[in-house]
Structure formats: structure tokens, C-alpha cells
């Protein structure tokens, strides 16, 4: 029986400079479906992605009525634990609806969005083929990158050393990057937010 597992958890503000801040969420990836480059992942994803996601996946499957992000108000506060708690949980409920759907899981921005730190940009520059990497080689080139789970972190001590850096580059999509947020991720999904 194939599964996915959808978590959206630990939002954290993020500051851009001194006048500008945002909430992003970990998006947690745990699967046995042959959709999936990676089994298991993790990524930090802001509202305006989630936005920018739905927008595509709704151009591409347009007979498909795509379910509903929480609403953007002009009231939500990044202070107020509930608003912030209602955010996430719209969040997770959008994407365990998105990944029901053959058709939209057959959309690689959508495996872009949920297995690397890929800009939008470079997500649709990696979809379009102007990139010199494949969806693919840009999954698991984060993943590499990104190794926090038991097995991997074994497998990574036999490899290379350098396997622990959590960053990428927004130019290119596969190095460091000054921007970049470490995702910090749990190896079980029974560990929840509190």
C-alpha cells in the first residue's frame, strides 16, 4: 500500500532586513510511493511559495479545482500563536489534498516545492530545461546536501565529508548560499510541533 506523510510544522520568523520579517514552515516528506525521487524529506517553504505553487499546478491540471490556501488577511499576526497555528494548519491540509491527486503528483514543480530549496524561479528555470541539472539531479543534490536522518547520516560518514552543508544557491540551485535557512529536521514524524 503506498503512502505519503505530510507535515507542516515548526514555523519560525525569518527576517529579510530590519524593517521586513516572514513565517516559514518545515514541510516533512515521509513515502513509499515510486512518485518520490527521495522517501523521506525536508524543506522550509514561506506562504508566498505556497501561493506561487498553487497558481502552477492550477495553470497545468486546469479541469482540476485545486483546494483552497488559507486565506491571506490583512490582520494575521506573526506574534499571535493561533493565527499562525490556523496558517500552518491550512498548509498541511492544502498539500495532503494536492498529493491525493495522481494528476498533480505527476507535476515536478510540485516535487521541486517539496524536495529542495529551490526558488520559484529556479524551480520553473529547472522545469523548463534551462538549467544544467534535472528535476531528479536537483533532489537529490539537496538531499545530499541535507542529510538528517539515521540511515543517511551513516551512509554519509562512509562518503564524502562534506555532506553536512544546509545551504543552496538560488543562482544555480546546488551551492551555498548566504540566504539559505537550515531545516533542522526531526527523523521520525511522531516528534509533532508543540
Not at 538560488?170 to 529536521?185: A, T
Request: glycine residues 4%; charged residues 25%; aromatic residues 8%.
Amino acid at each position: 500500500q503506498e503512502f505519503v506523510t505530510v507535515l507542516v510544522r515548526d514555523p519560525r520568523i525569518q527576517k529579510e532586513d530590519s524593517w521586513h520579517s516572514y513565517i516559514d514552515y518545515e514541510i516533512f516528506i515521509h513515502t513509499n510511493s515510486i512518485c518520490f525521487t527521495r522517501k523521506t524529506s525536508c524543506v522550509r517553504r514561506r506562504y508566498r511559495e505556497f501561493v506561487w505553487l498553487r497558481q502552477r499546478l492550477q495553470s497545468n491540471a486546469v479541469l482540476i479545482q485545486l483546494p483552497e490556501l488559507p486565506s491571506r488577511t490583512p490582520f494575521f499576526n506573526m506574534n499571535n500563536p493561533n493565527h499562525v497555528d490556523h496558517r500552518r494548519q491550512g498548509l498541511q491540509e492544502f498539500l495532503e489534498k494536492i498529493l491525493q491527486d495522481a494528476l498533480l503528483l505527476s507535476d515536478s514543480r510540485l516535487h521541486l516545492f517539496l524536495q529542495t530549496q529551490l526558488s520559484p524561479e529556479d524551480m520553473e528555470a529547472c522545469v523548463s530545461g534551462q538549467t544544467k541539472f534535472s528535476v531528479a539531479d536537483a533532489i537529490l543534490s539537496f538531499a545530499s546536501l541535507n542529510r538528517r536522518f539515521p540511515i543517511e547520516d551513516e551512509e554519509g560518514k562512509k562518503g564524502k565529508n562534506d555532506a553536512d552543508s544546509d545551504s543552496e544557491s538560488s543562482s544555480s540551485g546546488l551551492g551555498p548560499s548566504d540566504d539559505s535557512i537550515s531545516c533542522g529536521c526531526k527523523a521520525s514524524p511522531a516528534s509533532e510541533e508543540s
